[in-house]
């Protein structure tokens, strides 16, 4: 069975300063790797994904994200945070063959002035 | 281009009363639904999905069904609530083929059962 772990429920960090959000995941099958966030109250948005290919991957508000297979990670890193970032971050996994989604718990990232 | 739609985006509902939620897409056919809660600080949980008209598949035994009584619509019923019942209600909706597109959603139905 898959299983994504967020390792960090809550995430603060001041303005302009570099922030990691981390995902594990765990597969025995090919998987895509996803990135949404969701901010109060409102559906969540795709932010990045990874299909295959290149293992680093932006959005296009300065989010990127890194696939290690090695690892089985899928962490997200954004190298200067601002408060409008401030929301909560899903990491994700479809497997390359499949109907479901299964999604991680959720970094809330709370950015301070 | 596609939209979805979701209603209502706040309930306050009393123990053991009905529920509907209701979902719809546009500007797509024969889109692959799901029905997601996402309770408080335990991220979402997939309670439903449905490949077409009539088809559903459930996740979690629970106290929810699931229909679709047209392509393009997804609702979710309860008989019954229960306190548990309470939480953030998603609907999302991705094309048919298209796993590597991820999912969008609606923006969703606050459910309180009191």
């Known amino acids: 069975a898959q299983s994504v772990t967020q390792l960090d429920s809550q995430v603060p960090v001041f303005e302009e300063a570099p922030v990691e959000l981390r995902c594990n995941y765990s597969s025995s099958v090919s998987v895509y790797l996803f990135w949404y966030v969701q901010y109060p109250n409102q559906g969540l948005q795709l932010l990045l994904k990874?299909?295959?290919?290149?293992?680093l991957v932006e959005s296009i508000n300065g989010f990127e994200a890194e696939f290690n297979k090695s690892q089985t990670s899928f962490h997200l890193r954004k190298p200067s945070v601002h408060i409008s970032d401030t929301a909560e971050y899903f990491c994700a996994v479809t497997l390359t063959g499949g109907f479901k989604t299964i999604f991680g718990a959720g970094t809330r990232l709370f950015v301070k002035a | 281009s596609q939209t979805i739609h979701q209603w209502p985006a706040t309930l306050v509902q009393p123990v053991g009363s009905p529920l509907s939620l209701e979902c719809t897409v546009e500007g797509t056919s024969n889109p692959n639904l799901y029905w997601y809660r996402q309770a408080a600080g335990r991220g979402l949980q997939l309670l439903f999905y449905?490949?077409?008209?009539?088809?559903i598949s459930s996740e979690v035994p629970q106290n929810l069904s699931a229909s679709r009584p047209q392509d393009r619509q997804f609702i979710l019923s309860s008989k019954k609530l229960l306190l548990s019942d309470s939480g953030f209600y998603l609907c999302a909706w991705r094309g048919t083929g298209t796993r590597t597109h991820g999912y969008t959603f609606g923006s969703g139905t606050r459910l309180t059962v009191v």
């Open positions: 990874y299909l295959s290919g290149s293992t």
């Open positions: 449905s490949v077409g008209i009539g088809q």
